[in-house]
């Protein structure tokens, strides 16, 4: 089976564009959750999505957005780049929600986006 | 607001070394704490994941142990190789006010294993 897919692997953007990141859960995950990485800084949570409804949120601008769709997928979007937006942006995904302990989120191998 | 916190932040060893890495937390209300390697560039491989209930877990060269009371884990690596040169990370599932679930990470422990 295939792991978690993220796409483009790398992007270079200028200041004021906005980018699409997309990603592919593995097959038979419903819950899909973004993460942002600085160099040097551990991720930090942009989004969760499960069953195609946000879940949870993190300290982030409404600049940032996301959707999932029926087949779980999930892109997401940043509008009016800022130099500081570049980083490695991990995509992840877990069979449920919340409530099982043993739950294991497995990454993907990032989009590094770098904002000139 | 949950923070972590992993010591040291780089650490250098000679090739055959047994080593422990830490990792301290401030809220003890956590579902699981994992484990994570990153290499260079990439994304994260899961290496361990400890749930709240359990006192450690073990994958070959590597053992993790979680005193959730105290608010720290460490990483044992038994042996180390060359291979091993990568940054850890160490991040603890919890629930939010809103009903969501995250991972808060640690800033990571770059580690160099020398030949």
């Known amino acids: 089976d295939a792991g978690v897919t993220q796409s483009p692997t790398h992007l270079i953007k200028t200041r004021g564009q906005h980018v699409t990141l997309r990603c592919s859960p593995i097959?038979?995950?419903?819950?899909v959750s973004w993460y942002q990485q600085v160099l040097g800084q551990g991720p930090q949570f942009i989004f969760q999505?499960?069953?195609?409804?946000?879940?949870g949120r993190g300290n982030f601008p409404d600049r940032f957005s996301a959707r999932q769709f029926p087949n779980y997928s999930s892109e997401l979007n940043v509008n009016a780049l800022l130099l500081g937006d570049s980083a490695l942006y991990l995509c992840?995904?877990?069979?449920?929600?919340?409530?099982?302990?043993?739950?294991?989120?497995?990454f993907g191998p990032g989009t590094r986006l770098l904002v000139l | 607001k949950q923070e972590v916190t992993q010591i040291p932040a780089a650490l250098s060893v000679p090739e055959g070394e047994n080593l422990v890495l830490n990792c301290s937390f401030t809220?003890?209300?956590?579902?699981?704490l994992q484990w994570f390697r990153q290499d260079p560039g990439k994304g994260l491989t899961s290496l361990l994941l400890?749930?709240?209930?359990?006192r450690e877990q073990t994958s070959g060269r590597l053992n993790a142990s979680l005193d959730k009371s105290s608010g720290r884990s460490t990483l044992y690596i038994a042996a180390s190789q060359p291979g091993d040169s990568a940054t850890y990370l160490c991040?603890?599932?919890?629930?939010?006010?809103?009903?969501?679930?995250?991972?808060?990470f640690g800033k990571g422990t770059k580690l160099t294993v020398n030949p």
């Open positions: 992840a995904s877990s069979l449920n929600m919340v409530g099982v302990d043993q739950e294991t989120q497995y």
């Open positions: 097959s038979g995950h419903k819950s």
């Open positions: 999505y499960y069953e195609k409804e946000e879940r």
């Open positions: 400890i749930q709240s209930s359990q």
């Open positions: 809220d003890s209300a956590i579902y699981n």
């Open positions: 991040a603890v599932r919890i629930i939010t006010q809103g009903g969501s679930e995250k991972l808060v």
